[in-house]
């Protein structure tokens, strides 16, 4: 399973660190996708991560901004999020799917999912 914490209040221009802890599988053996559903809108990538994390991947609306990373020694992923906009307002989740040779874009590919954990960006 995955576990996302993290989100909270924060004013325009601020930041946040999302963590998801995994357990229960070989988490080195798993890309990881950072999702968000902003109210009234569809859920969208923001980050991909390959299960290395050697190679990452940016939505543009955050490029610049978010930075995702890993640590497989603590089966945790992070999002840094800095310069925090009230468009990034959302039910930040994350995502582990089982593909070792880079990251993973299809929804449908990812086995687990976290709980979700939300972000407010006040004006």
């Known amino acids: 399973q995955l576990q996302a914490s993290g989100g909270g209040l924060v004013q325009t221009g601020g930041s946040l660190r999302l963590s998801c802890a995994a357990s229960?599988?070989?988490?080195?053996?798993?890309?990881i996708g950072w999702f968000r559903q902003g109210p009234g809108k569809e859920r969208e990538g923001v980050s991909y991560l390959s299960s290395s994390g050697d190679t990452t991947l940016y939505a543009d609306s955050v490029k610049g901004r978010f930075t995702a990373s890993r640590d497989n020694a603590k089966n945790t992923v992070y999002l840094q999020m800095n310069s925090l906009k009230p468009e990034d307002t959302a039910v930040y989740y994350c995502?582990?799917?089982?593909?070792?040779?880079?990251?993973?874009?299809?929804?449908?590919?990812?086995?687990?999912w976290g709980q979700g954990t939300e972000v407010t960006v006040s004006s």
């Open positions: 229960g599988f070989n988490f080195d053996d798993y890309a």
């Open positions: 995502a582990a799917a089982p593909f070792r040779f880079g990251v993973v874009i299809a929804t449908d590919e990812y086995d687990y």
